[in-house]
């Protein structure tokens, strides 16, 4: 627009630089919505945010924090809750960086390569994100379960998995899957391959050339899949829900921990620790605006 | 396969890792569940999908699923339309709390949504029978009773109803309809709006029978994305869902029950029946995808 009006139009044309300016006018009324339409579709939409995304959240603080700073803090003294969330903490420690080395190793040969089975490999690692949590804890149970295929040789060695913490990081491990590999492959992918065939040129190593070029190249997209899985790890429900047990000081999991709390009409303490979560979601979703800003304009700057 | 050279390494290190580990993680466990699916021979299926029990909570699911993905599918693309199309402040903010179903713990919305909905919660108080009016009694101070009469009736149970298992189903399908629709919406050009203004279309038309068409195809694979997580969907719903059989149980639910009581034949039947049913919805929305990149490639 300021560049059509400052056009270097001799003098005495100023009809000219009139009827430019009108037909850009009547050009940005054609492509934008009239007033009304703006203001219902906002209206419904900012609605819809508030009731389905804001209300929800206000009310896990309101709930912690009913009964006060002191009850909220109490609750953290605990033992079974103190319990859950160091569980927690345990069970991410352990999915997320495998994860985080499957979904290099899978983004490495899927963007780099071609082979054959490439498309089945693809849809095999978005699987899990389709699959109901509740199949996921399942599998597991049939797998490792007394019952299962391999049940009665773990009996017999006496390895426990079901209702055990394998177990429990075995299916976060299964619905966490996919997160870091469906991140990094498209940004590989879109940002070629050239800089390392250049690194290798140069006479660096594979190891060498994957660490200071590959991983510098990709580090917010993989940092956004990093937190994304992890936030998943952390909170997962319905698989861990099915191969833990719910034993209380063993396998209760922040989430699991959440919903007996809840059951048991202990409301200001599920909440409180739903309120951790909560805030790990947030903190989850600031660093995930963060990074896909700093992916894009990494994206950008290598199509210059 | 031809015998190329990569210039590349670690094309077989990378590609022998993945399939070991997908192999370990996903494939093991699959075969499993045909295993026992399968050890219960045909009459475990057919007795699965003969079961009223059965037939009920995939009736639910299918039920609240589809209208949660419709709700979803409204919703999203305004949301999306008003992310891409118009600023206003806080705009980045509401772009990054659409994902936040994605980040969110299932639980913490669950019990998030349940006391909300609640008959004594927030937005529950209002929505039971007779809530506006005692809203509306509240506020004015001689109320009016002509209205008072024709508030009185109006409001639904919301938790504990197939109702609250749809709004949950509502939260958790939305980001899928956003998220795919809002890079369409930005890849639409401005210069077939202008065409279609040139050509005399007021901005309704404009939008009915040049924008939506280019978008359907979109909305649909988002739709069918919401649907088919929402089909499995567990725990955003078993708190707000009140659980009874025949009424408020959905599949997922049954099969921890039937778990829970050993019957595991039971659960594998089940288990199978709900992962192809998946499988079947993300081909469907593969082939909508398709479909929408024919109608958006330029």
Redesign the interface.
Same mark, same amino acid.
């Given at each position: 627009m300021a560049g059509i009006a400052q056009l270097n139009l001799p003098s005495g044309e100023d009809a000219t630089r009139a009827r430019i300016i009108a037909r850009n006018q009547l050009?940005r009324r054609?492509?934008?919505?009239?007033f009304w339409?703006?203001a219902i579709?906002?209206t419904?939409?900012?609605g819809?945010?508030f009731?389905?995304?804001?209300?929800?959240?206000a009310?896990?603080f309101q709930?912690a924090f009913r009964k006060g700073w002191e009850a909220y803090l109490k609750v953290f003294d605990d033992r079974a809750t103190t319990h859950s969330i160091w569980l927690t903490l345990q069970v991410a420690l352990i999915a997320v960086p495998l994860n985080t080395?499957?979904g290099l190793?899978?983004a490495?040969?899927v963007a780099?390569?071609r082979?054959?089975g490439k498309q089945l490999?693809s849809v095999?690692?978005e699987?899990?994100l389709?699959?109901?949590?509740?199949?996921a804890g399942?599998?597991?149970?049939?797998?490792f379960?007394r019952? #299962?295929?391999l049940g009665p040789w773990l009996f017999e060695k006496d390895i426990k998995i079901i209702f055990a913490l394998p177990g429990i990081v075995?299916s976060t491990?299964?619905v966490t899957?996919p997160f870091v590999a469906r991140v990094v492959t498209p940004q590989l992918q879109a940002l070629g391959?050239a800089e390392?065939?250049a690194a290798?040129t140069l006479g660096a190593? #594979?190891w060498s050339?994957?660490w200071r070029v590959t991983v510098p190249k990709i580090k917010w997209s993989l940092i956004y899949g990093i937190i994304?899985c992890n936030?998943?790890a952390?909170?997962?429900?319905?698989a861990v829900?099915?191969v833990s047990g719910h034993i209380r000081n063993q396998t209760n999991t922040?989430?699991?921990h959440?919903?007996v709390l809840?059951n048991e009409y202990q409301?200001v303490p599920?909440?409180a620790v739903?309120s951790l979560?909560?805030l790990?979601?947030?903190l989850?979703?600031?660093i995930?605006?963060a990074t896909t800003w700093f992916a894009d304009r990494a994206l950008r700057n290598a199509a210059l | 396969?031809p015998r190329t050279r990569?210039?590349?390494? #670690?094309?077989r290190?990378?590609?022998g890792?993945? !399939?070991t580990?997908?192999s370990i993680?996903?494939?093991?466990?699959?075969?499993?569940?045909a295993?026992?699916s399968s050890k219960g021979g045909v009459e475990i299926f057919t007795s699965t999908l003969t079961d009223k029990r059965v037939l009920a909570s995939l009736e639910l699911s299918f039920t609240t699923s589809f209208y949660a993905a419709l709700v979803c599918g409204f919703?999203g693309v305004?949301?999306a339309?008003?992310l891409e =199309?118009?600023s206003?402040p806080g705009r =980045?903010i509401?772009?990054?709390?659409?994902?936040?179903p994605?980040?969110?713990?299932?639980?913490?919305?669950? !019990?998030?949504?349940c006391?909300?909905y609640a008959p004594n919660?927030?937005?529950g108080k209002i929505l039971s029978p007779g809530g506006l009016k005692n809203l509306y009694v509240s506020w004015v101070e001689t109320p009016n009773q002509w209205l008072v009469n024709l508030l009185e009736p109006i409001g639904f149970k919301a938790a504990y109803s197939s109702t609250g298992i749809t709004i949950a189903l509502?939260?958790i399908g939305?980001p899928f309809v956003v998220r795919t629709v809002q890079p369409i919406i930005q890849g639409l050009s401005?210069e077939v709006?202008?065409a279609?203004?040139?050509l005399g279309a007021n901005?309704w038309q404009?939008f009915w029978r040049v924008i939506f068409p280019t978008i359907l195809p979109g909305t649909l694979a988002g739709m069918t994305l919401a649907f088919?997580?929402a089909?499995?969907?567990? #725990?955003s719903v078993v708190?707000i869902s009140g659980n009874m059989p025949f009424k408020t149980e959905i599949a997922?639910?049954l099969?921890?029950s039937r778990?829970e009581q050993?019957n595991?034949n039971g659960?594998?039947a089940l288990?199978f029946i709900?992962?192809v049913i998946?499988?079947l919805?993300?081909l469907f929305s593969n082939l909508l995808q398709a479909w929408n990149n024919k109608r958006t490639a330029r």
């Open positions: 050009a054609a492509t934008s919505d009239p339409m703006k579709v906002l419904l939409s900012l819809f945010l009731v389905f995304f804001v209300l929800p959240l009310l896990v709930e080395v499957f190793a899978a490495w040969c780099h390569f082979f054959r490999l095999l690692i699987l899990p389709w699959v109901s949590p509740v199949v399942l599998i597991y149970v049939l797998l379960g019952q #299962g295929l075995l491990v299964f899957f391959r390392e065939e290798l190593n #594979g050339t994957f994304l936030a998943r952390m909170g997962e429900f319905g829900s099915v922040m989430p699991l959440i919903e809840y409301f599920a909440f739903a979560l909560a790990l979601a947030l989850t979703l600031v995930k605006s | 396969m990569h210039v590349l390494p #670690g094309f290190l990378s590609l890792y993945t !399939i580990y997908l993680i996903v494939l093991a466990p699959f075969a499993a569940l295993w026992k919703f305004l949301t339309w008003a =199309r118009y206003f =980045r509401l772009d990054a709390m659409v994902d936040l994605f980040a969110l713990p299932t639980a913490v919305a669950g !019990i998030a949504l006391t909300l919660g927030w937005l509502i939260f939305f401005l709006e202008e279609a203004a040139c901005r404009t088919g997580r089909v499995g969907e567990y #725990g708190f997922p639910l099969i921890v778990l050993y595991y659960a594998a288990g709900l992962l998946s499988f919805i993300l």
